[in-house]
């Protein structure tokens, strides 16, 4: 749902001075700037003019770092207290130049923004509401003040907008591809549900984001996992994880989408366990390449449970019901199997674990965040050997492909020689000579194949069996 916050301070006060800068602009005479927004398909011109950046309020609702505000879930409820505080002002001044996977480490990419703005200047005007709220610019305003700039050119929006609309232009403006700094994955992802939310259907979302309703489906599928794990992680009762917990995983979490969708159909609970492995691997870092091995192979030979220590192993023993009522509906619907149960349970710990590892709030005890570390340490000693004893046995049976696979290709071309030579025939344009040097380079080939292929089998089959007789009956054995 839109989050509608109260005016700020001095919101009066500010809308007069507001309107005062606009009506001197108009009676300047010339030329005057303006910003064009987007209003439920209606083209709106503002009037753009200049305002003391002190006066300015960074936007409590943007979507650039919607995501991060969990990083520090107590600043975050003091910012939902009071939004245009001090205190929560410089909560967001710290989240807009901080990186979006990891809030404590300063952005590079926002010190690119201020040497833009130091060396060109202000190019773009900034977007403000008639209380002086950013509601496009927010990053350019904090760059500013650390340059020690005074003031900030910003169109105004009309009064009569909504905090539905405001949020619809913030969008609007930020997908452009023009911008300098694109919204981090997840942040995304909450706008995309926000706008489903205002009752917008799937394919106008996707046109707004500029990508297929297919992705969309994606990207709705991906955030409501995100949210479930983070539910997840807070069961039992103390910390959670937090939504800029999964940024930088956007890649892995397409994969797994895209995998388990193909795999759902088929068998359902081999595609549940498999989304359990391979959240699990993207929670514990490892990297896309590692997890793809985390596959059908991987599940049906058992690589993981062959390594799992005794403690991790038996997280999911208790007994399973064999079906669950539906409350309400008096319907009775097939259990999970003790193997998703058992799948669920291991993730459940190592995602409590991460939570507790990954707090940045005063109250979990050392002792307890020791033991947290201690159960990923392991949970990631073990999955890294199962991937790499997969790994290994997968480029063994590569390796056992290979000839089989090249002397398809080559029946396959053969096939494709028939078809050629009869055309050739036919419009009598075939180099016979070429050809009969290509047929002695295929007999040569033929007697190395029975050579090798006649070595070391005892009992070969019947097309080895065919191969040698072939050329000994050719004298070329």
Not at 71 to 86: A, M, V
Not at 94 to 112: C, G, I
Not at 217 to 229: M, Y
Request: hydrophobic share 40%; proline share 5%.
């Amino acid at each position: 749902m839109v989050r509608v916050f109260p005016p700020p301070p001095r919101a009066e006060q500010f809308s007069e001075l507001i309107k005062k800068r606009v009506e001197e602009a108009k009676a300047a005479g010339g030329t005057r700037e303006t910003v064009t927004v987007d209003r439920n398909g209606q083209q709106i011109h503002v009037d753009v003019i200049d305002l003391p950046l002190s006066d300015l309020y960074l936007n409590p609702g943007t979507h650039r770092i919607r995501a991060q505000r969990s990083h520090k879930p107590d600043q975050d409820q003091n910012l939902d207290k009071d939004p245009y505080g001090e205190a929560g002002q410089d909560y967001l001044r710290s989240l807009l130049q901080a990186m979006p996977s990891d809030p404590d480490l300063r952005d590079p990419a926002f010190d690119k923004l201020k040497e833009d703005l130091r060396e060109f200047g202000q190019n773009e005007p900034g977007l403000v509401t008639h209380h002086g709220v950013l509601v496009n610019g927010n990053t350019r305003a904090v760059a500013l003040r650390e340059l020690g700039k005074q003031s900030m050119r910003v169109g105004v929006l009309p009064p009569s907008f909504t905090q539905a609309d405001i949020d619809a232009v913030e969008l609007a403006l930020q997908l452009r591809q023009d911008q300098r700094r694109d919204y981090s994955y997840v942040n995304r992802l909450i706008a995309m549900e926000e706008q489903a939310a205002l009752g917008r259907t799937p394919e106008q979302i996707a046109k707004e984001f500029r990508i297929r309703p297919a992705t969309y489906h994606q990207e709705r599928w991906i955030l409501s996992v995100i949210k479930e794990l983070n539910d997840r992680s807070a069961s039992g009762g103390g910390v959670a994880l937090r939504l800029v917990d999964w940024e930088g995983a956007q890649e892995r979490l397409k994969e797994l989408q895209r995998l388990y969708v193909k795999l759902e159909n088929l068998d359902r609970d081999q595609a549940e366990i498999l989304k359990e492995r391979r959240l699990a691997a993207i929670l514990l870092n490892f990297s896309k390449t590692d997890v793809r091995h985390i596959d059908e192979v991987f599940l049906e030979e058992g690589y993981l449970e062959e390594v799992l220590p005794a403690e991790l192993a038996d997280s999911g023993t208790a007994a399973q019901p064999e079906s669950v009522s539906i409350p309400g509906l008096d319907l009775d619907v097939p259990a999970a199997s003790s193997a998703v149960s058992a799948a669920r349970a291991l993730n459940d710990r190592i995602l409590r674990a991460a939570a507790t590892v990954r707090n940045t709030t005063a109250g979990v005890p050392d002792s307890e965040k020791a033991s947290a570390q201690a159960l990923l340490d392991q949970a990631t000693e073990a999955f890294d050997k199962a991937i790499d004893k997969h790994g290994r046995d997968a480029r063994v049976r590569k390796r056992k492909q290979l000839a089989p696979a090249r002397l398809a290709d080559a029946c396959a071309n053969i096939d494709q020689c028939v078809i050629e030579l009869v055309q050739a025939r036919t419009s009598n344009s075939l180099d016979e000579e070429a050809f009969d040097e290509a047929v002695l380079k295929l007999q040569g080939s033929l007697r190395k194949l029975a050579q090798q292929a006649g070595r070391g089998i005892p009992n070969p089959g019947d097309g080895v069996s065919w191969l040698l007789a072939a050329v000994t009956a050719e004298g070329t054995t």
